[in-house]
């Protein structure tokens, strides 16, 4: 992977930077742009939510950041590296060493203790987090024998996110973290993801359609039909505990 200066103007380390960036999804004769030209950096430390409908691009736009997806066009780089030219083995170590994902399903196997699902991933970590460590990073230090059936959904998708940080990411990517859960166990799971960032200093990604989520984040990125329509700065951050939905 080339690489570029992670630097911008104004001296904030630039984790991602997107110039351009179109995804056509070819359906037989019919052709679907998921992404229409997407010009956005994203910053060390900072927490972003991408904000939009079904069908804004959100999810394409994730996926490209984490190496899960290629680009139909323009370019994505992650610390100055060019993924838009990566290998796919290149693409696979980027995944495996730098980018923790959480999506609106757990994916945790049923069979193991939340503490075995964590260490499933730090077994083949370069720079491991202890696995108990990262279930109380998520308020679940005394959860660590239980098994997914023994958990209601929130605390599952906590040991969801424990897995992704217990790699040590620089990247946290989340796809509707709270999309099959209550308003008051999603809040309990905003929580947890606002411990890492501030406490681990993670970036971290997260894509709603929920508009009361923006409320927790740094910046807001709307998008809207394959386009960023708006980048909002949230002057005063909300804790989880004060959003409602």
């Given at each position: 992977?080339e690489?570029?200066?992670?630097e911008?103007?104004?001296?904030r380390k630039t ?6 960036l ?11 742009h998921?992404?229409r030209?997407i010009?956005?950096d994203?910053?060390?430390g900072?927490?972003?939510?991408l ?9 394409t736009?994730?996926?490209?950041l984490?190496?899960?997806d290629?680009?139909?066009d323009?370019?994505v780089s992650?610390l100055g590296?060019?993924?838009t ?6 693409l696979?170590?980027y995944?495996?060493?730098h980018?923790?994902f ?10 193991l203790?939340a503490?075995?699902n964590?260490?499933?991933?730090t077994?083949i970590?370069t720079k491991?987090m202890d ?23 929130g605390?599952?998708?906590?040991v969801a ?9 620089d990247?946290?990517l989340?796809?509707e973290p709270?999309g099959a859960?209550?308003s008051e166990?999603?809040?309990v799971?905003?929580?947890?993801l606002?411990?890492?960032n501030?406490?681990?200093g993670?970036?971290?990604v997260i894509?709603?359609?929920?508009v009361?989520?923006?409320g927790m984040?740094?910046?807001?990125v ?11 700065i949230?002057t005063?951050k ?5 959003l409602?939905?």
């Amino acid at each position: 992977m080339e690489n570029a200066s992670p630097e911008n103007k104004a001296g904030r380390k630039t984790v991602f930077h997107t110039q351009g960036l179109t995804k056509v999804y070819e359906m037989g004769d019919v052709r679907v742009h998921a992404l229409r030209g997407i010009d956005l950096d994203l910053y060390a430390g900072e927490l972003v939510v991408l904000l939009g409908p079904s069908g804004s691009g959100k999810s394409t736009l994730l996926n490209i950041l984490g190496g899960l997806d290629t680009a139909s066009d323009g370019q994505v780089s992650y610390l100055g590296k060019d993924l838009t030219r990566a290998s796919e083995r290149e693409l696979t170590e980027y995944r495996r060493y730098h980018v923790g994902f959480v999506f609106q399903f757990y994916n945790l196997i049923p069979s193991l203790t939340a503490v075995e699902n964590v260490a499933v991933v730090t077994e083949i970590a370069t720079k491991p987090m202890d696995p108990g460590k990262a279930l109380a990073v998520v308020g679940l230090a005394d959860r660590l024998d239980h098994f997914p059936t023994q958990l209601s959904g929130g605390e599952q998708q906590r040991v969801a996110i424990a897995r992704a940080i217990s790699k040590n990411p620089d990247v946290l990517l989340c796809d509707e973290p709270t999309g099959a859960l209550d308003s008051e166990t999603g809040i309990v799971v905003l929580e947890a993801l606002e411990r890492v960032n501030a406490e681990l200093g993670t970036t971290t990604v997260i894509i709603t359609h929920n508009v009361d989520i923006a409320g927790m984040a740094d910046r807001v990125v709307h998008l809207s039909n394959g386009l960023i329509s708006t980048i909002d700065i949230n002057t005063r951050k909300r804790a989880p505990r004060e959003l409602h939905w």
